[in-house]
Every structure is written in structure tokens, then in C-alpha cells.
């Protein structure tokens, strides 16, 4: 569990119960997860996945951090992993189309939604109309 404690000068070194007793003593929990597939981390350009994963999560007074190994390759990233960002209508581009084409503030800014934000879009969907 953790490398480089076992030796101690071939003396034997320190059991896993023990330390993990030992870790307890000071408020650190450690839990091994069991029949893990895959750990899967997303960036926004590509995803490492990690197959036959081992993961360890170890609690130190609330905060958890986790320890992964196992195969890892990286794939980009899935169309249904995909987020797009929230788009925010601004009020001041709500009262200019409202200003150009003389439409509800409203309609506007359904104009603006459907047109992602494109000032120009929308005010040619609302003149046209």
C-alpha cells in the first residue's frame, strides 16, 4: 500500500495493519475500493482513462484524496461528454436589437437565445418578421 516502507534496512519493516492502526491513531482513514472497471479523468480536449484500476481513498480529517493506478490511455473527448458553456444574453445587447428593430424586450431577447448571442442574427430574425 505504501511503497518504500517495507525495507527499513531488511529489517522486516512496518505490517499494513499496523500502519493503517497507526493512521487511524492520527485520523487518517484509508479505504480500498473494490471491483473498480475504469476511472475516467475529463479535461476539456482529451479524457485519460484508466482500466483495471486499483484506487485507494484516504480521508485526513475530512479531506479526501484519492490514489489511482492501473492501464491508462488518453481518447478525445465523446460528443455526449460535451458541455457548452451557459449563454448570457447581456441587457445592453437586449436594448439595442429592442432599439433597431423597435420589438419587446422579450422577444429580444428570445431573438438573441436563438440566435447564440449574435446581434446581428437577431435583429434580422426580428426584422424580418
Given at each position: 500500500?505504501?511503497?518504500?516502507?517495507?525495507?527499513?534496512?531488511?529489517?522486516?519493516?512496518?505490517?499494513?495493519?499496523?500502519?493503517?492502526g497507526?493512521?487511524?491513531?492520527?485520523?487518517?482513514?484509508?479505504?480500498?475500493l473494490?471491483?473498480?472497471?475504469?476511472?475516467?479523468?475529463?479535461?476539456?480536449?482529451k479524457?485519460?482513462?484508466?482500466?483495471?484500476?486499483?484506487?485507494?481513498?484516504?480521508?485526513?480529517?475530512?479531506?479526501?484524496?484519492?490514489?489511482?493506478?492501473?492501464?491508462?490511455?488518453e481518447?478525445?473527448?465523446?460528443?455526449?461528454?460535451?458541455?457548452?458553456?451557459?449563454?448570457?444574453?447581456?441587457d445592453?445587447?437586449?436594448?439595442?436589437?429592442?432599439?433597431?428593430?423597435g420589438?419587446?424586450?422579450?422577444?429580444?431577447?428570445?431573438?438573441?437565445?436563438?440566435?447564440?448571442?449574435?446581434?446581428?442574427?437577431?435583429?434580422?430574425?426580428?426584422?424580418?418578421?
Amino acid at each position: 500500500m505504501f511503497p518504500g516502507l517495507g525495507g527499513l534496512g531488511g529489517r522486516g519493516g512496518m505490517s499494513p495493519k499496523k500502519m493503517k492502526g497507526m493512521l487511524k491513531n492520527m485520523g487518517i482513514d484509508i479505504e480500498e475500493l473494490e471491483n473498480v472497471i475504469e476511472v475516467v479523468i475529463r479535461m476539456p480536449d482529451k479524457e485519460i482513462v484508466i482500466e483495471n484500476a486499483s484506487v485507494a481513498i484516504m480521508d485526513a480529517h475530512g479531506v479526501k484524496s484519492f490514489q489511482i493506478s492501473g492501464d491508462s490511455r488518453e481518447r478525445s473527448v465523446s460528443g455526449a461528454a460535451e458541455v457548452e458553456p451557459e449563454l448570457v444574453i447581456l441587457d445592453s445587447d437586449v436594448e439595442l436589437v429592442v432599439a433597431k428593430t423597435g420589438a419587446k424586450a422579450e422577444d429580444a431577447k428570445t431573438a438573441l437565445l436563438e440566435a447564440k448571442g449574435d446581434l446581428a442574427a437577431a435583429i434580422m430574425s426580428l426584422a424580418s418578421k
